[in-house]
């Protein structure tokens, strides 16, 4: 059975830093893409960074670039989000995803919402300013 489960949230003050774990079981973990969404209340799910298999190549949205640092250790079938200097705009539900697309499609697939098979429950962060 597939689980992935998100760790790390929490509340902090506008320039803070979070970050996020996702510990990934019941697949083949390594073959994956993996993905992080983040979705604030009342807006559609939003795609913030992706990592192909072997962390070689990554995406990220426009508006944490720079900021955000998406990592994985395939060894212990985690995925990390480093999250720095936050603003209140990055307050949402964050989750990890895992991708149904490959190495060559991650360029044009991981902001997709529809493009990822498996799906955390979420975890909160909170930035105040």
């Known amino acids: 059975q597939v689980h992935l489960v998100e760790s790390g949230g929490g509340s902090v003050q506008a320039g803070g830093s979070l970050r996020l774990s996702c510990a990934a079981s019941?697949?083949?973990?390594?073959?994956?893409?993996m993905g992080w969404f983040r979705q604030a209340p009342g807006k559609e799910r939003e795609a913030v960074a992706a990592i192909s298999p072997g962390g070689v190549r990554t995406g990220y949205a426009d508006s944490v670039k720079g900021r955000f640092t998406i990592s994985r250790d395939n060894a212990r079938n985690t995925l990390s989000l480093q999250m720095n200097s936050l603003k209140p705009e990055d307050t949402a539900m964050y989750y990890c995803?895992?991708?149904?697309?490959?190495?060559?499609?991650?360029?044009?697939?991981?902001?997709?919402?529809?493009?990822?098979?498996?799906w955390g429950q979420g975890a909160q962060v909170t930035v105040s300013s």
């Open positions: 995803a895992t991708g149904s697309y490959d190495y060559d499609s991650l360029a044009v697939s991981w902001r997709d919402p529809t493009a990822y098979v498996y």
């Open positions: 019941g697949y083949s973990y390594s073959s994956y893409c």
